[in-house]
Each structure stands twice: as structure tokens, then as C-alpha cells.
């Protein structure tokens, strides 16, 4: 089976053969060694000056980190979300006592600066707001937000409080720059842009995120303590018995993100994403939402589930279908970390056989 799923993605060969290299002392030199060759280079692929930490799990336990490290209980947070994985912020948030204010748009639609304004001018009369989350790049519906002209929304009006972003379907994909855009933290998992076996989750943690774990704030969590990874990093080591496989994993995927360059690695997603679009158009999917994210390529399609079922059964290609509501209604094909445009031509190949199959 060959995996075309907006993640995870399948993992190179050089990452599988790192993972696979043999198991590590996790107080080791070695391991220390490959360690921080590993956060400098998330550093690069993060954009950013400050530190990258890495924990076990998924992006979402980078997430939960997030949160749980930071923001008191009964604090005044603002989610703004725009399909699945925003409505688990919430969620998230509301299981650690915050105040959680929603903010939702239709699936398939995006947030504009100008709604995001509209939205936090209001919410700030209700009083002190100490942090905001955003999905950058929606895995459920191939929408990715301008986070460059948003976070200059949310900085201007709400200077102190934390910008916190999902930046799962984004990070090694497209353009995120922590630094410039004033974000405050990003979270991933590995098992997308940064083409390693799922398990990791890495957050980049700004100097104001930074201060506020300091600050230790009734903190509601124990394993997931971002101030424990945070120090953990400065001793070059990992908090608790770490992923030692998948962390030489990661480190062999950044150094081909490298080799290759990130500028080039964005413009390879881009350019492949927009290509699996237009094909699939021209052969008469109907576009889905804003088509923005360059991770994943969404599209619908009344016989959906017909056409995942037989490109899994008859040609070994493994698409993925809605979520939720919009299950049996589109299809999500993952076009981040290592796929080419021969992967994308292989695909259209078994897809028009599919199509002639279906009508």
C-alpha cells in the first residue's frame, strides 16, 4: 500500500534506516550529540532563534503542553477555529479550567484579519485575555490562514497575551515564521513536513512563552511541563525515557530538509499541491473551501467513498476521506514531506482508472 494520507506521511528511507540504526543510552554522549544536532536544526526549519523542545506523543500533546504549562485555570482564552482539529483546542482548554471564548467558521471557509479584529475588540471588553490559538494549516479541510497579517491583528490588540498556533500541517511545508510574526508558540507532530515515523511532538517556544513557564503558574500537568523540557534542553537531555529511535529518526529528516533547502522544500509542496488541485479538477472533483494549504489537497466528490475504496483495493493507494460531518463527502490527499511530482503522476494514473471504474 502506498500512503497518500495528509499524514502520516510515508517516512524515506534514510529516516526508516536512522530509527532503525539501533537503540541509544538516553543519558549518552551520543544521544546528547544527536540531540542537539536535532534542535538546531529544527531551529532552521522552525525559523526561529529561540528553542525547540521535543516530547513524546502526537502535536496535540505539544498542544496540551501548550496549555497546560501556561494558562491558569479560569484564564480568558480565545480559540478561533475553522474545522477539526481547532474544535479539539477547545476542548483542550476547557478540560484544564480555561474561559474558553469560540470563535467558528464554516468548514472550508477561512479567518480574515478583519474578522479576527471584529472578534477580539469585542472580547477584550470582557476583560483580561491571556491567550489565543489559531490552526495555521486545517488538515480536515485544506485550509491554511494568513498568519503573517493575523498575528499583527492580535498583537496590536492584545500585546501581552500568549499567540499560540497549530502549526501540525504547516511547519516544513509552507512559510511559518515564529519570530517575525510575533507567535508565541507552534506545535507539530513529526509525521507530516518533517517526514518521520509518528510519535514526537516539537514546540517552538518564544522569549515571552519562555517567561510565562517561568512565572510556573499553576501548572496542571506533570509529564507535559514545557519549563521541565525547557530546562531539560539547556542540559542537553530530554525530560523522562525519551524516543531515542525516533529522535535519530527526526534528525536524519532534517538534514535532508536541509541538504535540500527549506526554501526549496516550500516551494516543492507548494508546486506539488497546486498541480494535484488543478488535475483533479480537470477531472471533475469540485473544489473544497479555499484550497490554501499546500499539506494537503482537498476536493469533493458525490461517490468519495467509492473512489478511496477501490484506489486502496484495485491500485494499493491509500487517499483519505472527510471527517465528521463531511465524511462521505470529500477526499484529502496528502501532498507534504517527501512526495514528488512523479508521486502525484502515479497517483492521477491510478485515479483515472478509478474514475472510469465509478462512471
Excluded at 538516553?26 to 544527536?34: A, L, Q
Aim: net charge negative; proline share 4%; hydrophobic share 40%.
Amino acid at each position: 500500500m502506498r500512503l497518500f494520507t495528509p499524514g502520516p506521511v510515508p517516512s524515506p528511507q534514510r529516516v526508516l534506516d536512522a530509527c532503525a540504526s539501533g537503540v541509544l543510552f538516553h543519558h549518552g554522549e551520543e544521544f546528547s550529540s544527536v540531540l542537539d544536532e536535532t534542535w538546531t536544526n529544527l531551529q532552521t526549519i522552525f525559523s526561529t532563534d529561540n528553542p525547540v523542545v521535543m516530547l513524546p506523543g502526537s502535536g496535540m500533546s505539544g498542544m496540551e503542553a501548550c496549555v497546560a504549562s501556561t494558562v491558569a485555570s479560569s484564564d480568558r482564552v480565545v480559540v478561533f477555529h475553522h474545522g477539526r482539529f481547532g474544535m479539539r483546542l477547545v476542548r483542550i482548554n476547557q478540560i484544564h479550567g480555561s474561559d474558553v471564548i469560540e470563535h467558528a467558521v464554516t468548514w472550508g471557509d477561512s479567518w480574515t484579519p478583519d474578522h479576527v479584529r471584529e472578534c477580539l475588540l469585542s472580547d477584550r471588553e470582557g476583560g483580561e485575555i491571556s491567550a489565543v490559538w489559531f490552526v495555521h494549516s486545517e488538515t480536515s479541510t485544506g485550509v491554511a490562514l494568513d498568519m503573517a497579517s493575523i498575528s499583527l491583528v492580535v498583537r496590536e490588540l492584545l500585546p501581552t497575551a500568549l499567540l499560540l498556533l497549530d502549526g501540525v500541517t504547516s511547519v516544513g511545508v509552507q512559510e511559518v515564521l515564529p519570530d517575525t510574526w510575533g507567535i508565541d508558540a507552534v506545535s507539530v507532530g513529526v509525521q507530516k513536513g518533517l517526514m518521520s515515523p509518528p510519535g514526537l511532538a516539537c514546540v517552538s517556544l518564544s522569549e515571552r512563552m519562555q517567561d510565562s513557564l517561568r512565572r510556573g503558574r499553576d501548572r496542571r500537568t506533570y509529564t507535559l511541563d514545557l519549563a521541565s523540557y525547557l530546562d531539560a534542553t539547556r542540559e542537553r537531555k530530554m525530560v523522562w525515557t525519551p524516543p531515542v529511535t525516533l529522535v535519530n529518526g527526526l534528525r536524519e529528516a532534517t538534514r535532508m530538509m536541509l541538504e535540500e533547502g527549506l526554501q526549496n522544500v516550500w516551494n516543492r509542496q507548494r508546486e506539488t499541491s497546486s498541480f494535484m488541485r488543478e488535475a483533479l479538477l480537470a477531472r471533475g472533483f469540485s473544489s473544497y473551501g479555499d484550497g490554501s494549504s499546500a499539506g494537503v489537497v482537498v476536493v469533493s466528490h458525490p461517490q468519495s467513498e467509492q473512489i478511496r475504496s477501490i484506489l486502496r483495493d484495485r491500485y494499493g493507494f491509500v487517499v483519505a476521506g472527510g471527517q465528521d460531518h463531511m465524511h462521505g463527502k470529500i477526499i484529502r490527499i496528502g501532498t507534504c514531506g517527501p512526495y514528488t511530482m512523479a508521486d502525484m503522476h502515479d497517483l492521477l494514473d491510478a485515479i483515472d482508472g478509478t474514475i472510469a471504474e465509478v462512471h
